[in-house]
């Protein structure tokens, strides 16, 4: 999708810190990071937010759900960590492309800000 950022590091057009690649997902480290380890996991396909998430996507969701742990632990994460869905205005979501963000390699505090 055209002026899309996420699109854009999805193409590497624009250039991002990519941690894991594969033909439905891409994972980088995020610019702004917020604990040690934050990294961000991205679909390819242009899904505005998780509103936006329909049964089609089922597939690509669990891939993502279940590829997760995976890239936590390659980035040495052992004691716990944190995912966060960003949605829409409330939940200041400020990049409108579908994004998990993972937090790991600190004490998380709840409730969130
Ligand atoms: P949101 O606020 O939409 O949930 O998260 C967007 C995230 O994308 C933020 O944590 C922000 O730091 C990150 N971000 C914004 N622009 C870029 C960029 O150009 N490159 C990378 N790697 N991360 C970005
Ligand atoms: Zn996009």
Known sequence: ???????????????????????????FNDIAPQAPVHFLVVPKKHIASLDEATEEDKELISHIMLKIPELVKEQGVENGYRVVINTG???DQTVKHLHFHILGKRKMTWPPG
């Not at 002026?3 to 994972?27: G, Q, R, T």
């Open 1 to 27: 999708m055209a002026d899309c950022l996420f699109c854009s590091i999805v193409d590497h057009e624009i250039p991002s810190d990519v941690i894991y690649e594969d033909d439905m997902i891409i994972a």
């Open 89 to 91: 205005e409330d939940g």
